[in-house]
């Protein structure tokens, strides 16, 4: 069956996250998102890339119809949960990036959304440093950390980190801990991602 994936208009990660998602659907053997610039293009070029399958791009007036097949020997569930299982995510400031602080905070905002969209992809976050602003009670991304919690993602935070900013009695998502136990984390971890 082939999937139309309308993602004109859309933000990124939305373009992406949408034609995964259409992907995994065992019914599904070609999708076809449409995008309305380069940018997002290039991402969803990426994405089938990254999943060793073949996009080919149609441009007509500007609009991009890319057309992904999925291999009949491709197992679905390794679209669901990607290559990157038994990760830990250890966020060390409440902005992603370096530079203007207004822009890290949008970006931060939506790597945690893209982060609620990901199946399997990891087991742990950590917070250390200002990130621990991010579990805590007025934080624009609590819902997206306290959703993660609930699909069984260990959420953890420096409890030093809390008593410095003054919040170790506003945490709202996952629990405290220790530097024994984020260094126990990190060490086990087959891959750490560190932002």
């Not at 669901?80 to 931060?108: F, W």
Request: hydrophobic share 40%; with cysteine; aromatic share 6%.
């Amino acid at each position: 069956m082939k999937k139309i994936v309308d993602t004109r208009g859309l933000n990124c990660p939305q373009p992406v996250l949408l034609t995964r998602q259409a992907l995994i659907d065992s019914e599904v053997d070609e999708v076809v998102t449409i995008v309305d610039n380069e940018t997002a293009l290039e991402n969803v070029s990426k994405l089938a890339n990254s999943l060793r399958l073949t996009a080919n791009v149609d441009e007509k007036g500007g609009q991009f119809y890319i057309s992904i097949l999925k291999d009949e020997i491709l197992n679905d569930v390794n679209i669901a949960q990607s290559s990157h299982a038994n990760v830990v995510v250890l966020i060390t400031s409440n902005v992603l990036g370096s530079g203007d602080d207004a822009l890290g905070g949008i970006l931060m905002k939506s790597f945690m959304y893209t982060l609620t969209q990901m199946e399997g992809t990891f087991q742990v976050l950590i917070f250390m440093n200002s990130g621990v602003l991010l579990p805590t009670e007025g934080s624009e991304v609590l819902e997206y950390i306290k959703s993660l919690e609930e699909r069984h993602i260990e959420v953890l935070s420096c409890g030093t980190c809390l008593d410095f900013y003054h919040l170790s009695d506003k945490l709202r998502a996952g629990s405290v801990t220790n530097m024994f136990t984020i260094t126990e984390k990190i060490m086990e971890a087959q891959r750490l991602i560190t932002l």
